[in-house]
């Protein structure tokens, strides 16, 4: 999907070199590649993210509170990325509508210290999560 994306961001880019409404058809490009920009960051922390818990992964993990507490987050992260899509479709502010819901990414997660079998794993799933709310909020 991120393929095609890109294929289409340089399908309009090139379409624009001729088009008479360039400045106002450019505005929206811009928007459209600095939200794939930013897309781009957050699919390769989630396939890092994958992979991490993929090859650390142990039958005791889901007794850790912290696991929970991340997977709490990812959905947060999900539910603020929606909303960042949302403004992504209305790049002129006055337009935008009402957002249904607030962004739910508040505050960092703190976490107490995980067992000695998962910390590695944890630590390197919270610094991902760190990353993906620091892209999310545009930090």
Do not use: C
């Amino acid at each position: 999907m991120l393929n095609k994306a890109e294929k289409a961001l340089k399908s309009a880019e090139e379409s624009l070199t001729l088009n008479p409404r360039h400045t106002t058809n450019r505005r929206l490009l811009d928007v459209d590649e600095e939200f794939y920009n930013r897309l781009t960051s957050l699919v390769t922390r989630a396939i890092g993210m994958t992979r991490s818990l993929r090859d650390h992964y142990d039958h005791s993990l889901h007794l850790e509170p912290t696991v929970l507490a991340i997977t709490v987050e990812l959905s947060r992260s999900a539910h603020d990325l929606r909303l960042l899509a949302a403004e992504a479709d209305y790049p002129d502010r006055d337009h935008l509508p009402v957002a249904v819901e607030p962004p739910a990414l508040t505050e960092p997660l703190l976490i107490m210290t995980p067992h000695p079998q998962h910390w590695i794993l944890i630590g390197s799933l919270m610094e991902d999560l760190r990353r993906v709310r620091e892209e999310i909020k545009g930090e």
